[in-house]
């Protein structure tokens, strides 16, 4: 024992002090679980060395205390990841019961070695006798590890032996059927086993609400929680989780301050797995004040929180917000990890300086994060949006792992600014990398083929989407369509094209078709397109300023007063365009008529020269939109 005395040294005070003295054969068991929940590797083979030395491990006076002996050097190997050692170990056992079968299987699933662990646990099954047959925790271990979409045949087996070994009653492998069901995407088989259950626990129904929500099935996931509060079981604060997931998705503002509420009253408020998502859920659904409230006051702040806050910033439109925080969190000395560093990324927009954005860049390379994907795809979004596509593409090319939304990004970068032909190279390359493209992929396409005028190539893309890649066009892609149409001036194609969609088409499909309109001063379809988007959105100003803008261009002057009056009456407003460049380090904004920027004289002076340029060039002035503007305001016009 003078190894095993020499190695207690090493390991913390508190584990050093769990040692006795003198070590027995009925301590052994437990010193070598502590040595594998711990990770003491050196420490735990020292022991399997002396154990061999002292012929401990094949004594024939007490079977039982040797198997336990081996099954627990069995776990310490397994549990340290030494799978190797482990199963020389289990070849070399002179006996094995089930236990020893368990582990060794265990061991593989949890360092993800499935193939070889669902070998082992045919073996067991094949050479099976009174000592070892399989059991329940076999079962749970077994469906624990179908975790993917692909490994649902597997489940499919093990309920089967599950069923025909009489386990079908037990909760924990029902429960464990569940999980595994719903997380090779069987919802309806998940959903069965459910109804089935002799007896439910807590377990049982998070498992099941928890199932629905990640599935993205919102609505039956708080359906369910009803029924759960109408029996006997308490949930827990993983039944919560799964809830406030559910609310995030379907932006349920007032359920999810219900389950806050139940929180509170419960006391689970001040866990940090639960603010964080307490956080998300009012980020999700627009509530800053509260998220900010929470972050505000909880007692312990941890990474995760802290990229909650800032992605809720971001996807609200409190940018500065989120910018300032991080500077603060940044000089404060706080750790960063990629999350942090990728969420702050997603706050860049047009009106964001390239400055402030390659000293991210730089912080993520310091901080050896420049390999992570997530902060790579950002980094590629924030170049992109910032205007610098050279960038862009060489963050893309020097990425060494690259999933669907890096492609995604990229091929988006082209398309915005208009490089249409390099966006079509880069899906090609993608699909020959063998990356799927998404729903995302196509509505970038899209939105290039729209503004190339590329009438032919996006229905074909729009087809490859659906019969190719079984991906459902959501109401984005309708809306690309009918602007893609709308640009060709392919306008009666346009309103077939809406009129046929399979669902009703949403308030920016009818946007589109009536921004088409206006551009191309389509009166009668224009009406018709306002019509719709007036019942879709009544509070929206859009239909009436298009439609203003087609009386102007028609010189329907009295109608076009008509809709600035209803513009009045319903107390809606245009929302003010914004104009945005970057200039050494600074970004200037400005709106129609400004005045407010410093430079503006100077601005409009080179306006002036700029203008009489063009004209001296021969261009000429669509001076309709003017006069609309001076009948507007009460001037009488040349025509008149």
Same mark, same amino acid.
């Given at each position: ?12 005070? @508190? ?91 265990? %061991?593989?699933?949890?360092?993800? /070695?499935?193939?070889? #662990? ?11 006798? /009174? ?34 070994? %009489? ?37 049982? &129904? ?60 419960? #006391? ?23 998220? @900010? ?71 993520? $390379? ?40 890096? @492609? ?98 949403? $308030? $920016?499909? &009818? ?23 007036? &019942? ?13 803008? $087609? ?28 104009? @945005? ?60």
């Amino acid at each position: 024992m003078r190894v095993v005395g020499n190695l207690t040294q090493r390991l913390p005070s @508190w584990a050093a002090a769990l040692i006795p003295p003198i070590i027995s054969a009925e301590h052994l068991p437990a010193l070598l679980s502590l040595c594998g929940r711990h990770g003491f590797l050196h420490l735990g083979s020292s022991l399997h060395a002396s154990l061999l030395k002292k012929a401990h491990l094949h004594s024939r006076q007490n079977l039982n205390n040797v198997v336990l002996l081996w099954n627990s050097l069995l776990a310490m190997y397994s549990k340290c990841g030494v799978l190797g050692d482990a199963t020389t170990l289990f070849d070399e056992m002179p006996s094995k019961d089930t236990i020893s079968w368990n582990t060794i299987i265990s %061991g593989f699933f949890c360092c993800r /070695g499935l193939e070889f #662990g669902f070998h082992l646990f045919k073996d067991m099954h094949r050479l099976a006798k /009174g000592a070892y047959t399989f059991d329940q925790a076999t079962l749970t271990t077994i469906l624990s590890a179908c975790d993917e979409r692909h490994h649902y045949c597997v489940a499919e087996m093990v309920h089967c032996l599950v069923v025909s070994n %009489g386990y079908e009653k037990v909760i924990p492998v029902g429960n464990a059927l569940i999980t595994s069901y719903f997380k090779c995407q069987l919802y309806c088989s998940g959903t069965k086993v459910f109804e089935e259950m002799f007896h439910r626990n807590v377990v049982t &129904w998070t498992a099941l609400i928890s199932g629905l929500a990640q599935a993205m099935l919102y609505k039956d996931s708080l359906n369910m929680f009803v029924n759960m509060t109408r029996g006997s079981v308490c949930p827990n604060l993983l039944t919560y989780l799964a809830l406030l997931l559910a609310c995030s998705g379907l932006n349920a503002l007032t359920e999810g301050c219900q389950v806050h509420g139940l929180v509170l009253k419960l #006391g689970h408020d001040s866990d940090v797995c639960l603010e964080s998502s307490l956080m998300d859920m009012y980020c999700k659904c627009g509530n800053m004040e509260d998220a @900010w409230r929470i972050f505000e006051s909880a007692d312990k702040i941890d990474d995760v929180s802290v990229t909650v806050i800032l992605v809720g910033f971001a996807q609200n439109g409190f940018e500065e917000e989120a910018i300032r925080m991080f500077v603060k969190i940044l000089k404060a000395g706080t750790d960063m990890d990629p999350n942090m560093i990728s969420a702050v990324l997603g706050v860049f927009g047009y009106d964001t300086t390239l400055a402030f954005g390659t000293q991210i860049h730089s912080l993520a $390379i310091k901080k050896s994060f420049s390999s992570n994907v997530f902060v790579c795809n950002g980094l590629i979004n924030m170049y992109s949006k910032c205007g610098n596509l050279v960038e862009a593409y060489q963050v893309f090319s020097q990425m060494n792992v690259r999933n669907s939304v890096s @492609w995604n990004s990229i091929i988006a970068a082209y398309a915005r600014h208009g490089n249409v032909a390099r966006a079509f190279e880069l899906y090609d390359r993608m699909r020959s990398d063998n990356v799927l493209p998404t729903d995302v992929t196509f509505l970038s396409l899209l939105h290039g083929c729209s503004h190339a005028g590329l009438v032919e190539k996006g229905m074909a893309f729009l087809e490859s989407m659906c019969l190719v890649y079984h991906l459902r066009p959501r109401i984005e892609h309708y809306a690309c369509i009918v602007d893609m149409l709308g640009r060709a001036c392919l306008l009666e194609e346009a309103r077939h094209f809406v009129e046929g969609l399979p669902e009703q088409p949403g $308030i $920016i499909v &009818w946007q589109a078709l009536l921004g088409a309109c206006s551009f191309h001063g389509e009166y009668e379809l224009g009406k018709y397109a306002a019509k719709q988007l007036n &019942w879709a959105s009544p509070k929206t100003a859009a239909p009436y300023v298009l439609m203003a803008n $087609i009386y102007s261009s028609e010189g329907k002057w009295k109608e076009r007063a008509g809709e600035i009056r209803k513009m009045k009456e319903m107390r809606v407003k245009k929302e003010t365009g914004i104009s @945005w460049i970057e200039l050494e380090k600074e970004v200037h904004s400005f709106v129609v008529a400004d005045k407010m920027h410093p430079q503006s004289s100077s601005i409009y002076e080179v306006v002036a020269y700029l203008f009489s340029a063009m004209i001296d060039e021969g261009y000429i002035p669509d001076k309709s939109f003017i006069r609309s503007q001076l009948k507007q305001d009460g001037y009488a016009t040349n025509e008149d």
